[in-house]
């Protein structure tokens, strides 16, 4: 069933809107009859002359320069095998989001219809006047080895094969620092490599090169050992051994390396236990390794071990390389990525890792203490340095290795550039997930007989972001389900209606009972309160029976949160919540409050307001810097509104006079560092990236959120309820799907910190009434 969701999840992402994940986008104005006289006929014409008297324009005036092509003929694709280039499409699409969002570099997926390499050759190199670099894709073996060979020796662009040489890199940054943490010369190790194709292949080549010696490498393909007897092409016949009944087996008592990229499940307990002290085990099959990373750390707790997962440490991911080294090639206008840019990369890696780990990352990995050593030896993915760190080092290696035509001069300059592009930040959605799966929550879906809700928590679950309950009508949550064929089996479902709720009811009834009695409710109206599902939900989250609620999807903002508020109540010394937004943009996350809760707050509440927004930033283990917004720019206007928010940003000061905050100022202020420089040099947001906005009313924090959503295209987190005593978030009316899920990783994440970082199961077994509620509620 889990499969069947997946699978109807990835077709429908993939179909829905406009079908496919990539599109054209304009970079110029093209609004008005002179833009579209300039941007084609008659003013392309001068562009046009500029590049026919020197070829090398064609970098000023078109994209080349930061246009890749992702080319394949569809022979060997992921898991799939030779499923034809039409079927390859949809990963070489995939392959251009990596590339855009990692590396802010432009597209093309091409797919040919050719498996004579010969002939794909020359196709590709008839493209070469398009792009700045080419990556090839999925193309199997052998046939690769001749297409990028000869591409490589006919194009003036950058060539690679990332199948190849991405997994090598990668694994040459881990091999690196393993070696060095297990005080080995990688002259001296012995190599026993499970594999002989594209990647295996490309793997040794580059440890070759590191210093590995040919005399002290052992491989095995699917026939068996490489020997002298077998009939081998040049590549392979260079690890060639003299010994034909050498054994995978027999190879692993003198290894000090294991390289698996072959089959799961192939090396045994016996085998690793067989390897000389300190071993390095590089097992790297998807989905399953050659030996699970269970299996070789229980018999050896000397060994260094890397797989191509995610769900376990050191993951050889190569991600983590070929957005970065074309980035690198392709802003030096190299002629080619070489062994020395590919060497650049792998040492820029391993050095990465020796380095303090910014706070996204031991957020998103939940680890306070994740430094080199055995657990690791390589980046993580949402390492938000990669891009300014991996890039310059590949664009030197260009330069001094003599195939850059555009050196950079100004490296500060560049890195600057470099976190401009994507914005430093801009992990924050994956990290976010990361950390949620981390330690996942009980989360109580309130609208539970609503599809989109269902849809919703069935994906958190299957993403281990949560454990849902789901309230509502049983008979109708279970067809719901059926009819969008969701497996809700592990759930538990309750209808606060229900004959078996009438003793929760009664219990709960009579805490909101103690809570209000002196606020004018009398026991009958508190037990039937508790048939309403807002408040059902806000109770158990109060008596500790659920981590989280999620509700609000089909009801008013206010009627969804008043429960909370009058059950739950706010932390302690915050007399006013807030509602907070964050808005995924280019530059970075934008957090904007208030945008949910209050109509028309005073300095005092703004101040207030401020404090929590900033608190909750810094869970995100991102600094605040806030602009208080306003019409007028520091008392250019002098109107009620524009000295409350000067006030309020005073009051923030003077309560926390750390925060970076300024204002009064217009919304669009604070993003031009020139105008504010120039004309209010003595603001404190000068140079600074400004993260945070926070509105003087309701209407103006609501429109802009909105706006930036709806006009700007821009993907939205939250709401996010801050100054909440427990966990409880708000969705927006008729939220969708995704945007629920969203709200769930935040829900997850205030209750990691709320309610502490005891795991799912412990959470579960902390509450004596969770044996009870789960013997009375249905499966």
């Known amino acids: 069933m889990a499969n069947n969701l997946l699978k109807e999840q990835a077709l429908e992402y993939h179909a829905s809107g406009r079908p496919g994940k990539i599109e054209v986008v304009t970079t110029k104005s093209a609004k008005s009859q002179r833009d579209l006289s300039l941007a084609y006929s008659p003013g392309v014409a001068a562009p046009c002359r500029e590049i026919a008297n020197n070829v090398e324009d064609v970098y000023k005036y078109t994209a080349k320069g930061n246009l890749v092509a992702v080319i394949s003929n569809g022979t060997a694709v992921l898991g799939l095998g030779d499923i034809g280039p039409e079927a390859g499409k949809p990963v070489m699409e995939g392959k251009g989001v990596l590339f855009k969002i990692f590396a802010d570099i432009d597209v093309f997926d091409i797919e040919i219809a050719e498996k004579d390499p010969e002939k794909f050759v020359q196709i590709v190199k008839a493209l ?32 690679m094969h990332d199948d190849q040489h991405g997994t090598a890199i990668i694994s040459a940054a881990a091999l690196i620092n393993a070696l060095e943490i297990q005080d080995k010369k990688i002259e001296e190790v012995k190599f026993v490599v499970s594999g002989a194709g594209a990647a295996a292949m490309a793997c040794i080549q580059m440890y070759l090169s590191l210093g590995a010696k040919v005399e002290n490498v052992t491989m095995f393909d699917v026939d068996g050992v490489l020997h002298k007897g077998r009939d081998l092409d040049p590549l392979r016949g260079q690890f060639a051994i003299d010994d034909a009944s050498m054994t995978l087996s027999k190879a692993f008592e003198t290894a000090d390396v294991f390289l698996g990229l072959s089959a799961g499940n192939i090396v045994s307990k016996e085998m690793i236990k067989s390897m000389p002290a300190n071993p390095i085990v590089f097992a790297m099959a998807n989905p399953d390794p050659e030996i699970s990373y269970e299996a070789a750390t229980e018999v050896r707790p000397d060994i260094i071990m890397a797989t191509g997962r995610t769900d376990y440490p050191n993951q050889v991911n190569n991600v983590l390389g070929f957005p970065y080294i074309f980035r ?85 300059a560049y890195v600057i550039e470099l976190n401009k592009r994507l914005g430093i930040d801009n992990q924050l959605i994956r990290v976010i997930g990361s950390k949620a799966r981390k330690n996942p929550k009980r989360i109580v879906f309130t609208e539970a007989d609503n599809l989109k809700i269902l849809k919703a928590a069935t994906i958190s679950y299957e993403e281990g972001i949560c454990y849902p309950i789901l309230l509502g009508r049983i008979d109708k949550i279970k067809s719901l389900a059926e009819e969008a064929g969701l497996d809700i089996s592990e759930f538990p479902i309750i209808d606060p209606l229900s004959d078996e709720m009438e003793e929760t009811r009664l219990e709960y009834g009579m ?18 309160l508790m048939r309403d599902r807002n408040h059902f939900s806000a109770m158990m989250v109060e008596k500790g029976d659920a981590d989280s609620m999620i509700s609000g999807l089909t009801k008013r903002y206010a009627s969804a949160i008043k429960p909370a508020l009058t059950i739950i109540g706010t932390e302690e010394g915050v007399k006013r919540i807030a509602g907070m937004y964050i808005v995924i943009t280019k530059k970075g996350p934008l957090f904007m ?21 900033a608190k909750e930033i810094k869970s995100f283990n991102i600094t605040p810097k806030i602009a208080m917004i306003s019409h007028s720019n520091f008392g ?144």
Request: hydrophobic share 40%.
């Open 511 to 528: 805490e909101y009972f103690k809570k209000r009695q002196r606020k004018g409710f009398n026991k009958y109206e508190s037990v039937k």
């Open 128 to 159: 070469e006047p398009t792009f700045g670099g080419i990556n090839l894709e999925d193309i199997k073996a052998p046939e690769c080895f001749y297409i990028e060979k000869h591409l490589k020796e006919q194009l003036n662009i950058p060539v």
């Open 593 to 613: 409050a208030d945008t949910t809760i209050n109509l028309d707050p005073t300095a005092e509440e703004l101040a207030e307001i401020t404090l929590l927004v």
């Open 636 to 779: 250019s206007t002098d109107s009620p509104e524009a000295r409350k928010m000067s006030k309020a940003a005073a009051l923030v000061k003077e309560k926390n006079p750390e925060l970076i905050i300024d204002g009064e100022m217009q919304a669009w202020l604070p993003f031009d560092q020139e105008v504010l420089k120039e004309n209010y040099d003595f603001s404190s947001l000068v140079g600074e990236e400004v993260n945070t906005l926070i509105f003087p009313n309701l209407t103006a924090g609501n429109a802009a959120y909105n706006l930036l959503n709806k006009v700007g295209d821009a993907d939205l987190i939250g709401p996010i309820l801050v100054g909440m005593k427990k966990p409880v978030h708000v969705l927006q009316l008729g939220s969708d799907v995704r945007s629920i899920i969203n709200t769930a990783n935040i829900a997850v994440l205030d209750a990691q910190f709320k309610c502490g970082q005891n795991t799912l199961n412990e959470s579960i077994q902390a509450s004596p009434y969770w044996t009870k509620l789960k013997a009375k509620v249905h499966h």
């Open 328 to 412: 690198g090639a392709l802003d030096v206008r190299a002629s080619a990525i070489n062994e020395e840019m590919k060497r650049a990369a792998a040492m820029a890696l391993a050095e990465l890792a020796k380095t303090p780990v910014p706070d996204i990352v031991t957020m998103a990995y939940d680890q306070k203490n994740l430094v080199f050593g055995k657990n690791y030896i390589l980046p993580k993915p949402v390492d938000p340095r990669l891009l300014s760190t991996v890039a310059p080092a590949v664009a030197k290696a260009a330069i001094a290795s003599g195939v850059a035509k555009s050196p950079i001069y100004d490296w500060d």
